[in-house]
């Protein structure tokens, strides 16, 4: 009857504006992937030593609402689950969780256990910057509680984000997480990837430094 039922919002993430973030993409992970393949090695033998499996592959969704797998380097007993069922699932206190190994710990801790993420970035499943991807179970959930939560797979999902760089990360309420992953959507540039990106940097030497004097 005259009246718009329906409104469509082009982001910055549309057109060019993917390839462009693909290029930047591919610049930066191939480059990473020759001058840290020593320690993705090392982090490799680690995890295979303390948990019996180097690598854990997990569904995720990403762009589009499509189920893609991420990997990481496992950082819990391969046997985890069974041996403490009372923590199955998602732990919000990884100290006290007695899945997680000594060395899957101090992974966690300096988020050294995301780098195999490099290798699903060269692949095209997931960006260097983006949305961080969460398990099929837990979109549903949040689907249904948080408006707009849906927004945040219109492009795929990264190895770090606005909303880490900013703090929300670990017990941070997933609403507020959104509103960061909703602002990068809308406010994309390369300029913008490459402050998030050097911002992790900065984050990640800090952690580094910080678990060394401990």
């Known amino acids: 009857a005259g009246s718009p039922v329906l409104f469509f919002r082009r982001t910055p993430l549309e057109g060019w504006g993917r390839v462009y973030k693909r ?23 680690l995890a295979q030593i303390s948990t019996g499996s180097g690598i854990i592959r997990q569904p995720r969704v990403g762009q589009d609402g499509k189920t893609f797998y991420i990997h990481k380097f496992r950082s819990m007993h391969i046997d985890g689950d069974e041996k403490f069922p009372q923590f199955k699932g998602w732990s919000s206190d990884e100290l006290k969780d007695p899945r997680i190994t000594s060395v899957g710990r101090v992974m966690r801790k300096t988020n050294l256990d995301e780098l195999a993420q490099l290798w699903d970035i ?93």
Not at 124 to 135: A, D, K
Not at 187 to 199: E, G, H, N, P, V
């Open 23 to 45: 290029v930047l993409d591919l610049t930066i992970v191939i480059p990473a992937l020759i001058i840290l393949s020593p320690i993705l090695i090392l982090l490799f033998i």
């Open 122 to 214: 060269l692949l095209g499943t997931m960006s260097l910057v983006g949305p961080r991807p969460e398990q099929p179970r837990y979109v549903e959930k949040f689907s249904q509680e948080i408006p707009d939560y849906l927004k945040r797979h219109h492009v795929k999902s990264g190895l770090t984000g606005w909303a880490q760089i900013n703090g929300a990360r670990g017990n941070t309420p997933i609403a507020d997480r959104v509103k960061y992953d909703l602002y990068y959507i809308e406010q994309w540039s390369i300029w913008f990837d490459l402050r998030i990106i050097l911002a992790t940097f900065i984050f990640l030497f800090r952690q580094l430094f910080d678990n060394n004097e401990s």
